[in-house]
């Protein structure tokens, strides 16, 4: 079956850039995702990339893709104490469940 | 405003009480679904609906049940809820199952003493 692994903590310095790193199994991944949430919040989708991009950038984001590896991860540029929140890794293979297979969550915490 | 709600947001029970979250959306969307969170596991499919009458399990159906009688509303039933299914509920729905975005409701956290 399906399994993406993230690391689960990661602490960088206000101003700095912060880099998350995620490993997924399936190489039928039609879509991946970077979700945030926030404590006591639900999940926020912040960034897609489909499975044949290498890259895509959104402002401070920049995701990275390689497929061959199936290695995605998430680049925060500048990185500020609003930032700190759990970061979810997901793949979507596109089938009827349209199930979004999550990672465990890198916890990001940003130190002023 | 476009958004998936659910009711309540935290809920403290005891085991074998029957409970029910409710969930519901104003997005005319015709996919819903439920996730549960538990710490270390990420987020894991628990049922979908791909539309009114349409429910199917996920990854981990078991001691849930659902419905889907009208498009909005989308009920997680617990007929006898256990320790284990102590844990934080996401709702989510897409306009139709093909749709690359999910759009997460603010969560339900269940105790189960």
């Known amino acids: 079956g399906e399994d993406v692994e993230q690391s689960l903590f990661l602490s960088v310095r206000e101003g700095d850039s912060s880099v998350i790193n995620c490993t997924y199994t399936?190489?039928?991944?039609?879509?991946l995702y970077w979700y945030k949430q926030e404590p006591g919040a639900g999940l926020q989708l912040l960034t897609y990339?489909?499975?044949?991009?290498d890259m895509k950038q959104d402002q401070r984001l920049t995701v990275l893709l390689n497929k061959k590896d199936k290695h995605l991860s998430l680049r925060i540029a500048d990185t500020q104490t609003g930032d700190s929140a759990i970061y979810f890794c997901?793949?979507?293979?596109?089938?009827?469940?349209?199930?979004?297979?999550f990672g465990t969550g890198t916890r990001l915490t940003v130190i002023p | 405003e476009a958004q998936v709600t659910q009711n309540p947001r935290y809920l403290i029970t005891v085991t074998g009480k029957k409970l029910t979250v409710t969930c519901s959306q104003n997005?005319?969307?015709?996919?819903m679904s439920w996730y549960r969170q538990d710490p270390g596991l990420g987020l894991r499919q628990i049922y979908y609906s791909m539309n009114v009458e349409v429910t199917d399990k996920g990854d981990v159906p078991e001691g849930y049940k659902v419905s889907r009688k009208e498009k909005r509303n989308f009920p997680l039933i617990l007929e006898s809820p256990s320790p284990n299914q102590t844990s934080l509920y996401f709702c989510?729905?897409?306009?139709?199952?093909?749709?690359?975005?999910?759009?997460f409701g603010p969560g339900t956290r269940l105790t189960v003493l």
């Open positions: 399936d190489s039928s991944s039609t879509y």
């Open positions: 997005m005319n969307h015709e996919y």
């Open positions: 989510a729905s897409s306009f139709t199952s093909g749709s690359y975005e999910q759009f």
């Open positions: 997901a793949e979507n293979t596109q089938t009827g469940a349209n199930n979004l297979f």
């Open positions: 990339i489909f499975s044949n991009m």
